[in-house]
Nanobody, 124 residues
Framework: QLQAFGGGLVEPGGSLRLSCAVS????????IGWFRQAPGMEREWVSC????????DYADSVKGRFTISRDNANYAVNLQVNSLKSEDTAVYYCAARLFRYGGCSLSLSAYYYWGRGTQVTVSS
């Protein structure tokens, strides 16, 4: 199971630390992706990290502001979101690929496990 948490209400320019906790089958690590969905919009890819953690990637809209990292001791993946803008307002979801696919992917269809999202609202 996956669970995303850490969202909240923040002013423009603020920061949050989102976390994706993996529970249940913790026998291995998974490639993780972060996605977001704003009201009336399609879900979009934000960032991903490979199973080993050696590869990360970001959408152009968040590059330089968001940082993804692994916390292997806690079977978690964190997404540090800085310099938030109003257009970052969305429900943020984390997703995991099947274990045999350890690479990063930008495609929603590449992810098999999805967790409940966490709301991020950027507003003054």
């Amino acid at each position: 199971q996956l669970q995303a948490f850490g969202g909240g209400l923040v002013e423009p320019g603020g920061s949050l630390r989102l976390s994706c906790a993996v529970s249940g089958d913790t026998s291995g690590y998974y490639a993780i992706g972060w996605f977001r969905q704003a009201p009336g919009m399609e879900r979009e890819w934000v960032s991903c990290i490979s199973r080993s953690g050696s590869t990360t990637d970001y959408a152009d809209s968040v590059k330089g502001r968001f940082t993804i990292s692994r916390d292997n001791a806690n079977y978690a993946v964190n997404l540090q979101v800085n310099s938030l803008k109003s257009e970052d307002t969305a429900v943020y979801y984390c997703a995991a690929r099947l274990f045999r696919y350890g690479g990063c992917s930008l495609s929603l269809s590449a992810y098999y496990y999805w967790g409940r999202g966490t709301q991020v609202t950027v507003s003054s």
